[in-house]
């Protein structure tokens, strides 16, 4: 990638975007292109190909979806389906027509069926059936990938998908009615300790396995996977590693300084028992993950604060 190429990162004020942002900026690329949702809406098709006609991104990275966790997936099923195929359908097929020639298309690891074997490996995509509760985000996703697929082999276009795994970090969403488990967990915690609670409650038994990466190494992994001019199959981008529910919440409530205790609530759902990406195809590109999960969680807590003023 010449320093001086076009490159439109879509999503750039989310946690993902801001992310590849940073991290393009930190090395030097110096024409990064955005857009707020108010000058762009990527669910406008017309808008987002005559943007794409208009500025020609040499790369385009799709960091831009609809998101959320169990509950928000399961209960706002249409729009996660709709928004994010549509989404992907206009920023994709608009870079074919604009000419950009490499796109980095991100996914996300529910595309996995529920019950494959672990690790997951890339090519136990579309073995089996998907977890309920996100399959219309899941579902969004596995189109994404195909379409990038069918563009490489219609087309000869180079447009890449990467799986990351559960992502945390700067800019994340704390919101306690659609976020993922890591910031609610951070925000619950954070709240229970000023109030002196004695104990802090965290859905479902505690025993699932989650992998969690850091946002920042994934975007580094981003940016290497691009940088290298990669034009293969799907790559998942992960830690290797995972940890308990409980595990997590352990980690959290130490980092913050909660001094209660943790209970569960069972009546709450589980997800998916594991899910642990295989990284060896992203081991044997060249990258492995920098950032410890108890490192992590500083820092995400500490842009939490940030955020409370």
């Known amino acids: 990638m010449d320093k001086n190429a076009k490159i439109f990162v879509a999503g ?16 030097g690329y110096t024409n990064v292109i955005t857009r707020g949702r108010t000058e762009l809406n990527l669910l406008d098709q017309a808008a987002v190909h005559a943007f794409l006609a208009e500025q020609k991104p040499d790369y385009l990275f799709i960091a831009a979806a609809k998101v959320g966790g169990i509950q928000a997936n399961n209960t706002y099923r249409a729009d996660f389906l709709y928004q994010n195929l549509v989404i992907e359908a206009n920023l994709i097929h ?27 490996k890339e090519d136990c995509l579309l073995t089996g059936p998907l977890e309920p509760t996100n399959e219309p985000y899941a579902i969004a996703k596995i189109a994404g990938i195909k379409l990038c697929e069918a563009y490489n082999h219609q087309y000869g276009r180079q447009y890449i998908s990467v799986m990351p795994t559960n992502l945390y970090g700067i800019n994340d969403n704390y919101d306690l009615n659609n976020s993922h488990v890591l910031p609610a967990l951070i925000r619950k915690a954070h709240e229970a300790k000023q109030r002196g609670d004695k104990q802090l409650v965290v859905w479902g038994t ?23 001019g990669y034009d293969g199959p799907l790559v998942n981008i992960g830690t290797g590693t995972d940890v308990t529910i409980r595990e997590l919440a352990e980690t959290v409530v130490e980092v913050i300084g909660f001094e209660g205790d943790l209970t569960f609530d069972t009546s709450k759902p589980d997800g998916t028992p594991r899910k642990l990406m295989d990284v ?8 492995t993950a920098r950032t410890t999960l108890k490192d992590g969680i500083a820092l995400a807590y500490q842009d939490f604060l940030n955020k409370q003023g």
């Not at 025993?207 to 691009?226: G, K, N, S, W």
């Open 280 to 287: 060896s195809r992203l081991t044997s590109l060249g990258w």
């Open 94 to 120: 608009g870079a074919h027509l604009a000419g950009t020639q490499a796109l980095m298309f991100l996914g996300s690891s529910c595309i996995y069926p529920k019950l494959a074997p672990q690790p997951l």
């Open 12 to 27: 750039h004020r989310g946690m993902v975007g801001s992310a590849i942002v940073r991290r393009l900026q930190a090395a």
């Open 206 to 228: 505690g025993t699932p396995m989650r992998e969690f990466l850091y946002a920042d190494d994934l975007a580094d992994a981003c940016v290497h996977l691009m940088e290298k």
